[in-house]
């Protein structure tokens, strides 16, 4: 008999409830194993009352603590008290599942530190890309690779923003209303549009695929705030869509890290990618490029990442793991190869920003689209990295009389 | 130390060795086992002397089965002997890692049945989606999921010759011989241009997803010796592609499961999928519609595969598995929904076939095209499902005088 105890009963947390009381005969014919709730961590008890498994609920924490368990779910998100709580659950040997990708970016190391000395298993599957299998195969199925490179659309909130914006004309802020009567963004949707979620969920991948620990916080992130119709435009011109892409890669000064808003082609697997889905592409030495589409959050997808790891830690008693402790990676947030950029560059004198891009860039072409206010400059240029691009740009404020630049980078390859 | 006997010295026999090699070190760091290539069966010895590992090749499969070998990789292919060996190798309590999806489909059951009698492993995912990690995605981390249905384009070689012929519009002969010129396709085609290929691969998805045995024997299977270019115009106007798909799906009466050229439309991500690549689309009950996209063969990515499966035995070395044997499935190979469908239709009447068709559908828009003679009538209808169509077309064969009839499935959303 296995003894689940489930942290949190908000939407993830009633779906993997459901999830385990569907699946307990099916897990008991494929593994011998008998899987059982044995208690449910709630806020507020008095929420609860009458409910069907209302007996399973508790709002003390001391209850789950002293509570015959083997697995721990964590679904009730945070940081406090949640890191405190898996920290102690992980000490008293008790596997911990958890779908917390804040709490992983910040505290992920230490933990699956925690749960090795104390042979017991962390999974996290559902940290990343929600229900879509990504982490158990970029580190299991993909072993013999190195992996060279990750472009992810890791946010289904700015997606859904960024599709309405570009399927249905709509401005970034009409755009971001209906995401969140749709219950797609928070009220408070800082996290997700700054890019913050999606660096979180970056640094979590890139750890795991570089072998080194890829912090969150040095990921350069913008988000799509910005956005706003005439770049939709500029991008449908040269057939691209725009996506807020999550980037990282190993090259010999360390990883690049990235979060922001780029124009990819509009055929390609990742700018297909609309609404509220998520796809990762990874790309390993011997296998060449892959491709993971689905749906990146929601009840039952991420309940399904949260069963998937049950399951293997059922499967996997007597593994050991031996994870060490990995080496803080240099991250840096600068375009180094050579690349396509979008540029919009406001400025009185149009004509002699246009002269002057002629002469900074060898390839340069002018796009028809001059802003809202018909004070921009839009072009689409070639530059050997991203340092002597904002040095370009940088000659440029000094030349003409530019007031703003706007700078997209347009991958060629997706 | 673990100790591995490889079967087989071909392009993937030695890509994994190569892996092997490659990876040693890091795989000792990860799971602190040594592991070391202790044998390589070749067909030939005198063809390989002098090569650097040639203390480690033998043509003599009795000196495999006397080392000290704990997993064996078998690349050699074909059914006959490896299906023998193999059996030998389970019952000697020896893991066995396959790429062979032909032995697979035809013995996977027995198979596994043996290493579980054995308590040892037998392991796959290189036998279908050659890189992509989708069979061990499957089987773990969707295990929450009822899966719902699969389309997959599972043959690289017929997805080249199709890309060729839609993009370059190439004739079906000259897009095989390139494929055979550039290594895409055998001498031999018939398994992969029948469709042969990509039925045993939707077996064994098949049989994972549903917890059935499903026999690609018994999946339909029409390839795609009869595509024309006709049929890559009307697919055109309709903007759609034509691909060669692996469809199955759980239904009341059974499982349907079917290979066949299927029009996608262009925008869609399995619609996207290019050259010898491949995809996979998968929909549980939990999760949704999940997509995986990679290179579906190869040395390297087939390799990669190899490589995870062997990580995972090691890892997972006191681990037991209880798969019991399966029921069969009650397999069918007509389609049971409603769908759109392209007809072509040729008979010296057209006239009076267009009428026909106006009366027996209720949904039915005709194209332009005539055919290459002129004689075709090419029409987009709706239907209840294929059954139904084929009635229809029955009566349409008395009442005019028609000759020959096509038709294809237009898929919606996909």
């Given at each position: 008999m296995t003894n689940i105890g489930i942290l949190g009963n908000g939407t993830v947390g009633s779906g993997v409830v459901e999830l385990i009381n569907k699946n307990i005969k099916k897990l008991k014919e494929r593994t011998g194993e008998e899987i059982r709730i044995a208690k449910i961590l709630v806020k507020d008890i008095n929420k609860h009352l009458?409910?069907?498994?209302?007996?399973?609920?508790?709002?003390?924490?001391e209850e789950l603590f002293s509570e015959d368990i083997d697995i721990v779910v964590e679904v009730m998100g945070g940081i406090e008290p949640t890191y405190e709580y898996i920290k102690r659950f992980l000490s008293m040997k008790k596997h911990v599942v958890t779908a917390n990708k804040d709490l992983i970016a910040k505290h992920g190391e230490e933990l699956l530190n925690i749960a090795n000395e104390n042979q017991v298993k962390l999974h996290f599957e559902?940290?990343?890309?929600?229900?879509?299998?990504i982490l158990k195969p970029l580190s299991e199925?993909?072993?013999g690779n190195e992996i060279q490179n990750i472009r992810g659309i890791l946010n289904g909130t700015t997606n859904f923003v960024l599709s309405k914006m570009y399927?249905?004309?709509?401005s970034y802020s009409e755009a971001l209303k209906i995401a969140q009567e749709l219950g797609?963004?928070?009220?408070?949707p800082e996290s997700d549009v700054m890019g913050y979620d999606a660096a979180r969920k970056l640094s979590i991948l890139s750890t795991i695929s570089y072998n080194k620990r890829v912090e969150w916080q040095d990921i350069v992130a913008i988000g799509?705030?910005?956005?706003n119709e005439t770049d939709i435009k500029c991008a449908k011109e040269v057939n691209c869509n725009i996506k807020l892409l999550a980037m990282s890669s190993k090259e010999e000064e360390g990883i690049y890290a990235a979060v922001r808003p780029v124009l990819v082609n509009k055929g390609s697997q990742i700018g297909k990618v609309e609404d509220e889905f998520n796809g990762i592409s990874i790309k390993g030495d011997a296998v060449g490029e892959m491709f993971f589409y689905g749906k990146g959050a929601g009840k039952f997808p991420t309940a399904s990442a949260v069963f998937g790891d049950i399951v293997d830690i059922i499967e996997n008693k007597g593994r050991k793991i031996a994870i060490p402790s990995k080496e803080k990676a240099e991250v840096y947030g600068l375009w180094k190869r050579k690349a396509q950029w979008m540029l919009r560059i406001k400025g009185e004198d149009r004509l002699g920003i246009m002269c002057s891009l002629g002469e900074l860039f060898s390839k340069c072409r002018f796009s028809n689209e001059k802003g809202i206010n018909g004070d921009e400059v839009i072009s689409f240029v070639e530059c050997e990295s991203e340092e002597i691009l904002d040095s370009i740009i940088e000659k440029l404020h000094s030349a003409n009389s530019v007031i703003a630049v706007k700078k997209f980078i347009k991958l060629e390859n997706a």
């Open positions: 009458g409910q069907s498994n209302a007996n399973l609920l508790t709002d003390k924490i559902a940290s990343v890309g929600g229900g879509i299998p199925c993909l072993a399927n249905e004309n709509m797609f963004a928070e009220a408070n799509i705030t910005e956005i």
